[in-house]
């Protein structure tokens, strides 16, 4: 397998093209997601892997060079992983790749929103609240509870701070202490996003992730980007934000979760 300079990493887009893929693909392309990718050929890849530094691991194309790719993960990606990844692979592909690796099946569901219900938030704010861009208030909002956690999610989809402050966005709910929920961009590509979502586990069930959700769906539809909302189809909580800002679910698919 031959490792590609991010100038060349699109060739290999043909084979990321899963909607869920290409969102991931067209980021690291873009340079905006950190990854490191391999191919079996420059000229005409039938195999990629891409590996993003922490999590996930994407294996697509044929799944004919098992041998190359296992040697690949233990050489290059297995050393420096920590915790659980996700596998993002075939079942073919995970079988011939990691046949003595434990590995469970678990589904996801891929929305896309067009804003169509995110207008209205600012009413429904409760009192003692706001919701503020964090490019626009880094100042104030490093004076507050749970910063430190909003800037751990955000380096975790990219190079780093800068880079995010340079081509990324975010919106966080809090009061005159405390960041309680916040929801920003991530595989950050031309005219497309992801999300990255979160509320402290004391303040949920309280709407925030909706309104944070809303106001960042706002600001999307204001730039012509469209935004993505990927998770596990078992979390309830998620989905249920996912369609109360109007997303429409565009996608089903299943990873391999493993350990490292």
Not at 182 to 196: F, L, M, N
């Amino acid at each position: 397998m031959i490792v590609l300079p991010l100038r060349e990493v699109h060739r290999v887009r043909h084979l990321f093209s899963a909607a869920h893929l290409a969102l991931v693909i067209d980021a690291i392309a873009a340079g905006n997601t950190p990854a490191r990718v391999w191919a079996d050929d420059l000229v005409t890849p039938q195999t990629a892997v891409a590996w993003d530094g922490a999590h996930c691991v994407y294996l697509v194309g044929a799944p004919r060079h098992g041998e190359a790719c296992r040697e690949l993960f233990e050489r290059e990606i297995a050393p420096g992983g920590w915790g659980i990844f996700k596998l993002y692979a075939s079942e073919a592909a995970a079988g011939a790749v990691f046949p003595g690796y434990p590995l469970r099946r678990r589904d996801r569901l891929l929305y896309r929103g067009d804003g169509a219900a995110a207008a209205g938030w600012r009413q429904r704010v409760p009192p003692g609240f706001e919701v503020s861009a964090i490019c626009d208030r880094l100042p104030e909002l490093r004076m507050l509870g749970n910063f430190a956690a909003v800037t751990a999610e955000i380096r975790s989809g990219w190079t780093s701070m800068t880079d995010f402050l340079r081509a990324g966005f975010g919106y966080c709910a809090h009061d005159t202490g405390t960041i309680v929920c916040w929801c920003t961009a991530e595989y950050v590509s031309d005219g497309r996003c992801g999300i990255g979502i979160e509320t402290v586990a004391a303040r949920r069930g309280r709407g925030l992730a909706t309104l944070t959700g809303g106001a960042f769906a706002e600001h999307c539809t204001a730039r012509g980007i469209v935004p993505h909302w990927d998770c596990w189809s078992d979390n309830l909580a998620s989905v249920a934000v996912a369609e109360k800002l109007g997303f429409r679910k565009i996608e089903a698919y299943s990873v391999f979760v493993g350990s490292f």
